[in-house]
C-alpha cells in the first residue's frame, strides 16, 4: 500500500494563481482530511470530508475548496493565491470504524510545500 | 471553540537528560492522541489515550492522560537524538466525529 500520497511535494506560486493540491490513499479510508502548516505552528483543520460526496469546512476554509467524488481522492483548490497560503499543505486519512472506543489514528501523506509571492 | 494548548513551544536537552511536554484543553475529551513530526516530515501517529488517568508506556515514552480528561503529558527518558523533532498533542471532544484539535507542538532538540 502506497497510503496517502500528496503531489506535488513543492510548488511556487504568483499572487491570484490558482492551483490544485492532489491527495490519493488506498486504504479505502472514509475520512480524509487537508490540514495547514505554518512555519514552527500546530496543524490547523481547512476541510474534510466523512466519505465520496460529502464534504465539510474545518477550522480556516477560505480562500480553499474541496471536492470528494470518490473515496480514494480529495483535491484542495485553491482559486486565487495570496501570500497567507503560503504554507505546508498536509493531507490525511482516517478509518473510524478502527476502534470499538475512542477516535481513528491520522495517516498522513508527505506534504505540499507551497510559496506564494 | 475548543483550544489546545501545549508547553513548552521549545525544548533544548543534553543527550540522555529526560524531556516533558504538556497539553491542556479548553473542554474535556473523549480522547487524546499523540503524533511525533521529524524534520521535514510529516506527523506519526504515536499512541491515543481513552480513560482518564490512564497511563501507556512505549519503551522510553510515557503518556498520561488526565483524571479529568482535560490535560496530558508526554515523558521521554534519557533522551536519544532519535527523539528529535515536534511532538503534538491532539483532542478530540465526544460527539465530534473523528475531528481532532492540534496543539502547536513541542520541538525537542537534543545535544549529543
Known amino acids: 500500500n502506497a497510503g496517502v500520497t500528496q503531489t506535488p511535494k513543492f510548488r511556487i506560486l504568483k499572487i491570484g494563481q490558482s492551483m490544485t493540491l492532489q491527495c490519493a490513499q488506498d486504504?479505502?479510508?472514509?475520512?480524509m482530511y487537508w490540514y495547514r502548516q505554518d512555519p514552527g505552528m500546530g496543524l490547523k483543520l481547512i476541510y474534510y470530508?466523512?466519505?465520496?460526496?460529502?464534504?465539510d469546512k474545518g477550522e480556516v476554509p477560505n480562500g480553499y475548496n474541496v471536492s470528494r467524488s470518490t473515496t480514494e481522492d480529495f483535491p484542495l483548490r485553491l482559486e486565487l493565491a495570496a501570500p497567507s497560503q503560503t504554507s505546508v499543505y498536509f493531507c490525511?486519512?482516517?478509518?473510524?470504524?478502527?476502534?470499538?472506543?475512542?477516535?481513528?489514528?491520522?495517516?498522513f501523506g508527505n506534504g505540499t510545500r507551497l510559496t506564494v509571492t | 471553540g475548543q483550544q489546545v494548548m501545549q508547553i513548552p513551544q521549545y525544548q533544548h536537552v543534553q543527550e540522555g537528560e529526560d524531556f516533558t511536554t504538556y497539553c491542556n484543553s479548553s473542554?474535556?475529551?473523549?480522547?487524546i492522541q499523540w503524533y511525533k513530526q521529524r524534520p521535514g516530515g510529516h506527523p506519526v501517529f504515536l499512541i491515543q489515550?481513552?480513560?482518564?488517568?490512564e497511563v501507556k508506556k512505549q519503551k522510553r515514552l510515557t503518556f498520561q492522560f488526565g483524571e479529568a480528561k482535560k490535560n496530558s503529558s508526554l515523558h521521554i527518558t534519557a533522551t536519544q537524538t532519535t527523539d528529535v523533532g515536534t511532538y503534538f498533542c491532539?483532542?478530540?471532544?465526544?460527539?465530534?466525529?473523528?475531528?481532532?484539535?492540534f496543539g502547536g507542538g513541542t520541538r525537542l532538540m537534543v545535544k549529543p
Open positions: 490525511a486519512s482516517s478509518y473510524p470504524g478502527w476502534r470499538r472506543e475512542g477516535g481513528s489514528p491520522l495517516h
Open positions: 486504504m479505502n479510508h472514509n475520512y
Open positions: 470530508s466523512v466519505g465520496a460526496g460529502i464534504t
Open positions: 473542554t474535556t475529551l473523549s480522547n
Open positions: 489515550l481513552v480513560k482518564s488517568g
Open positions: 491532539a483532542g478530540m471532544e465526544n460527539n465530534a466525529g473523528n475531528m481532532l484539535t
